[in-house]
């Protein structure tokens, strides 16, 4: 069965700290793994999109990993601040055919204190 | 260039009431998906639409229905509401169907049955 899982649930830092958010996936034939950024009530917003060749991928302070060898990515944030308070969700595209093959995480709930 | 506007923000109806939310995508997207989100499930696709056609369905009973207009417009309806449908119903737009898309999400309607 495809499967994404994400750790921790929750995970709370301090304004400033870095931090690393993973995903293991059991999803195939895969496409490509993406992060998104949910703020409370509001849709996800894409941060990262990385193929089956691509190791890593940046955008800004989040910097995403992919290792499709052990199905794993982490999503690591540098320099935290409040505004990166919310939930971050790994999604996985299996096969090339529609938006309706793509399994969600069900997220990691970040919470910065200043 | 807009984004994807859903309509309304927030929506409050009883058990046994219909519902119709809208969803108008980025210009020039043909694509169109909806998701339910719940605390408790996550994130779950309902369906797909590409050119006034539904494409793919997800895990979700005959209650719940979509179309798509030929400006590419979405409404999604639910029937006899229980109280289990209570959730955020977001839809995302894409220029094409395909699971390498990149998707754009809107706010959201948060549903709540009573």
């Known amino acids: 069965k495809n499967q994404v899982e994400q750790s921790p649930q929750s995970l709370i830092i301090l304004e400033g700290k870095n931090c690393t958010l993973q995903?293991?996936?059991?999803?195939?034939?895969?496409?490509?793994l993406r992060w998104y950024k949910q703020d409370t009530g509001r849709g996800p917003v894409s941060l990262t999109i990385m193929t089956f060749s691509e190791n890593t991928k940046s955008n800004g302070r989040y910097t995403a990993t992919l290792d499709a060898d052990t199905k794993q990515s982490s999503l690591h944030i540098t320099a935290s601040q409040l505004s990166d308070s919310a939930s971050y969700i790994c999604?996985?595209?299996?096969?090339?055919?529609?938006?309706?093959?793509?399994?969600f995480g069900s997220g990691t709930r970040l919470s910065i204190r200043p | 260039k807009a984004g994807v506007t859903q309509t309304p923000r927030y929506l409050i109806k009883t058990r046994g009431q219909q519902v119709t939310l809208s969803c108008s995508p980025i210009?020039?997207?043909?694509?169109v998906s909806w998701y339910q989100q719940t605390p408790g499930q996550g994130l779950q696709f309902l369906f797909e639409y590409f050119s006034e056609t539904q494409r793919n369905k997800g895990n979700f009973p005959g209650r719940f229905s979509g179309r798509q207009f030929s400006n590419s417009r979405s409404e999604m309806n639910v029937s006899t509401l229980e109280l289990g449908d209570s959730a955020l119903y977001l839809c995302a737009s894409s220029l094409v169907p395909a699971a390498n898309e990149k998707l754009f999400f809107g706010s959201g309607t948060q549903l709540s049955v009573l």
């Open positions: 999604v996985v595209s299996e096969g090339y055919s529609s938006a309706s093959k793509i399994i």
């Open positions: 210009s020039g997207h043909r694509s």
């Open positions: 995903c293991n996936y059991t999803v195939s034939p895969f496409s490509n």
